[in-house]
């Protein structure tokens, strides 16, 4: 029998595409037979209120308390579909009643399966500006750019404005490529879309540099821990 899946949801959208992919591609070729999921999530506010305090502790805590839930109805581990909140979840990952895949450190593999040096990171500016990634990147020996400070800024507004209440225009694209297309120019072989609400944006065909989309490589890492 596959391994119970845990997710501890924090934004919806970003959730819902990770949970879909779990469930669509674990059926594909069994039979619908994808392994079984638990979701469970706090209000959003709960977290934002923390994450705009840059408190990172009471994130973890947040989180622990979505894995205590996870593990007593039978979640062999947990994931997060969340980038930023795993500020917090460094903090509190070795207190948590179940093992937890990171979704820097799977991205951080999948880039280094293909061979990548240098990658472009797109976030809110918590995730862009702060450790998860450059630690998980470095640990690899990659190397990981950001926007200039301004268009950091206005990539997290967009982010917290349209994409985590499910909008997405097309002036909002253009602005994303445009700033991948920066990347492309500084070196970068691929650009990482560290937020779980970007891939419902920018395809694969939208960009200039392959894409390493945290959500569905978070939830196709789940789909290969659960069947190990």
Same mark, same amino acid.
């Given at each position: ?150 268009? /950091?800024?206005? +990539?997290?507004? %967009? @982010?917290?404005? !349209? ?7 097309? $002036? *909002? &694209? ?20 560290? /937020?779980?609400? +970007?891939?419902? %944006? @920018?395809?694969? !065909? ?7 989309? $945290? *959500? &569905? ?12």
């Amino acid at each position: 029998m596959p391994k119970h899946i845990g997710i501890a949801a924090v934004t919806s959208e970003g959730a819902a595409l990770c949970y879909r992919t779990i469930c669509q591609e674990g059926e594909a070729g069994s039979g619908y037979a994808h392994p079984e999921v638990t979701l469970h999530t706090l209000p959003l506010s709960n977290y934002m209120n923390a994450i705009e305090a840059e408190d990172w502790p009471t994130v973890g805590r947040l989180l622990l308390e979505s894995a205590g839930k996870l593990a007593r109805v039978g979640a062999a581990f947990a994931i997060c579909p969340d980038n930023t909140a795993h500020q917090g979840l460094n903090l509190v990952r070795a207190l948590s009643p179940l093992p937890w895949l990171h979704i820097a450190e799977e991205i951080a593999s999948l880039a280094s399966e293909r061979g990548y040096r240098k990658v472009g990171l797109l976030g809110t500016g918590w995730l862009m500006e702060g450790p998860v990634y450059p630690v998980a990147l470095s640990a690899r020996g990659i190397a990981c750019e950001i926007p200039e400070r301004d268009v /950091c800024q206005q +990539i997290s507004a %967009l @982010i917290m404005d !349209e994409l985590v209440f499910g909008r997405f225009t097309a $002036s *909002t &694209r253009e602005y994303f490529q445009q700033a991948i297309q920066v990347f492309e120019r500084s070196g970068c072989e691929a650009v990482i879309l560290g /937020c779980t609400e +970007i891939p419902l %944006l @920018i395809r694969a !065909e939208d960009s200039v540099l392959p894409i390493l989309d $945290s *959500t &569905r490589t978070l939830a196709r890492a789940a789909l290969r821990e659960a069947a190990a």
